[in-house]
């Protein structure tokens, strides 16, 4: 502990995707750092000055300290290792906790008496002490809170947004006893202006991160619900949450599909420890339901306005505004749905990558949308810049004068329907 203790550890990042190579960069502006990925590729890419998330530009990285690393053999021993790898679901719904597993059996092949192993990863409750510190433990030999530490820091950056970038927000720290807790405050702190909340024991910091996006579940359901029934009310949802919000205590939530790999993915890590302890989670699971059925609710809708089968340009396939992450993206499933109903679709994505999307989708992007044949039906399914700076003459060119423009994200509030074209809006 003696680096640690003179405030100047040796930091290994493990996993530099989306959270990892922010809080490393973040890191290494005060420490020495190392960041490690298991995939290749995505170190080549780094070292070269590319990060193709987007979150870190060429010049931030290229001018960084930090030294990137493939094998975790060349960065060892570190006194501080956080761990930031992909906790996704499996196909039913369950946590897949295998690269959480697969980095704790890396690194505990590493640790020394001393080390912290900080986790970053969005688990429930339990994961990082009954899970992750036994399996260090018998990688490493050692004693688990008696000859190394655990910590955990949940991640809460929302990727694509400056506003909220890592520094911007604060940091939530919980250490294995009070003195872990300290330290990572001491780390964390340093480099994150926005200061530190020291969480009382590390299943109150998991178990706040995992209901933060839990709760956005449920809030963006309740509304997706609504959307549905105003639809067939015959009541512009639009127009109701505006005159709902004038009141001081509406939250402001929107319909819209939810994708990506942390708002429709956490609650089920909730739900996974609900049931693990004999408790049904009723609204959790509502929530998702409804969440997941939107693409279908989707293509439902448009189909019956379509009412033959038809030529669709989608607007925006990754699963947020102006990021370029495919995963979980409900578009896809909007397409999939559209064409088993016989509509020929075309795609147009500017930020997403055509090799990423024919990898994990087997789909096609179009190239540009310039000189288009004008559509049955264009789709605005993800509010790009790019998109929202499109002239209502530029939209209208793509739409056949008698088409349908179905506006999924409000794209073009200002766009109403003229004699022959119909909107539709979620
Ligand atoms: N993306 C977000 O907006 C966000 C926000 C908050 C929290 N989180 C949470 O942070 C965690 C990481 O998410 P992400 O979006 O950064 O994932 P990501 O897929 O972008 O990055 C994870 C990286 O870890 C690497 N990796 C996987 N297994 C590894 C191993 N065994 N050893 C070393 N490297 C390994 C991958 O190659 C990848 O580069 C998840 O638990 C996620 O829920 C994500």
Redesign the pocket.
Known sequence: MNNIRQNDPKIMV????????PLAIALARKFSVTG????QA?INELTSGNDR?GEISSKELVNSSIKFIGD?DVGTPSDVYV??????IDHENKPDLS??A??S??VGQYLKPGNVVVY????FPGVTEDICGPILETASGLVCGEEFFLGYS??????GDREHAIDKVTKLVAGQTPDITELLASIYGSVIPAGVYRAPDIRTAEAA?VIE?AQRDINIAFINEVAMIFNRLGIDTDNVLAAARTKWNFLDFRPGLVG???IG??PYYLAHAAEEANFDPEMILAGRRINDGMAGYVADEIDRLLQVPSRVLVLGLTFKENVS?L?NSQIVDMIRALATKGHIVEIYDPIASSEDVQAFYGLVLKPTIDNTEPYDAIIGAVAHDSFCAMAASAVDDLVKPNGLLVDLKRIWPDLSPTEGRRIWRL
Not at 83 to 88: E, G
Not at 154 to 159: K, S, V
């Open positions: 493990v996993g530099l995707g989306y959270v990892g190579l490690f990925d298991a995939n995505r998330t975790l761990i930031a790898v992909p906790t996704p690269a959480l697969s980095a059996q890396e970053e990863s969005t688990v949940p991640e809460r950056i929302n990727p991160k996006n990506g790999h942390c993915v956490d992450d995963r």
